[in-house]
Antibody
Framework: QLHLQESGPGLVKPSETLSLTCTVSGGSISSNNYYWGWIRQPPGKGLEWIGNIYYSGTTYYNPSLKSRVTISVDTSKNQFSLKVYSVTAADTAVYYC????????????????WGQGTLVTVSS | DIQMTQSPSSLSASVGDRVTITCRASQSISSYLNWYQQQPGKAPKLLIYGASTLQSGVPSRFSGSGSGTDFTLTISSLQPEDFATYYCQQSYDTPRTFGQGTKLEIK
């Protein structure tokens, strides 16, 4: 059974960098079929897609965050990571990592496995 | 960006009721529409992808339909564990976008 686990500081100061890592177990991050993504959810609000990465390093970002975000992958550790630069209170959210799968029959893309999420608060 | 609008934003229903949630896209997204269920304090769970394909392990009382801009999620007979927030998400274009959510509460 695939398992994803987010880790990183729960408190970040304004203007600093938020750094999170997602560790994947029960499967290889280097599989040809999957992308790996980050999604966030401010307290009491909806879901916002941040970006996806392939094991080769190919990335896709939400244009609204692209100038402040980097997603990277470390296949040797079966991990991928998120950095958000110059954070403000608006970046306070639960951050989820997830696997993005593709179904060739329906040609659908979807997030089928999610981590439990980690709350990151931006505050001095 | 493609805007996803769900209705209603909240809904009260009873165990055994049939419930329908609607999701409308700001432009045609063919059938590239997914539905997720989120329990309080938990990660979203995939219910339906490709507008109508049930994810493995999801009870058959959940069904999805629609194409183009209008989609529905139907729960045929509500069970206690179905009271949660539901989100639609389009995978037609980047950025991937979600609806604002529909909170299903016990009447």
């Amino acid at each position: 059974q695939l398992h994803l686990q987010e880790s990183g500081p729960g408190l970040v100061k304004p203007s600093e960098t938020l750094s999170l890592t997602c560790t994947v177990s029960g499967g290889s991050i280097s599989s040809n079929n999957y992308y790996w993504g980050w999604i966030r959810q401010p307290p009491g609000k909806g879901l916002e897609w941040i970006g996806n990465i392939y094991y080769s390093g190919t990335t896709y970002y939400n244009p609204s965050l692209k100038s402040r975000v980097t997603i990277s992958v470390d296949t040797s550790k079966n991990q991928f990571s998120l950095k958000v630069y110059s954070v403000t209170a608006a970046d306070t959210a639960v951050y989820y990592c997830a696997r993005r799968d593709y179904d060739s029959l329906t040609r659908a893309y979807f997030f089928d496995y999610w981590g439990q999420g980690t709350l990151v608060t931006v505050s001095s | 960006d493609i805007q996803m609008t769900q209705s209603p934003s909240s809904l009260s229903a009873s165990v055994g009721d049939r419930v329908t949630i609607t999701c409308r896209a700001s432009q045609s997204i063919s059938s590239y529409l997914n539905w997720y269920q989120q329990q309080p304090g938990k990660a979203p769970k995939l219910l339906i992808y490709g507008a109508s394909t049930l994810q493995s392990g999801v009870p058959s009382r959940f069904s999805g339909s629609g194409s183009g801009t209008d989609f529905t999620l139907t729960i045929s007979s509500l069970q206690p564990e179905d009271f949660a927030t539901y989100y639609c998400q389009q995978s037609y274009d980047t950025p991937r976008t979600f609806g604002q959510g529909t909170k299903l509460e016990i009447k």
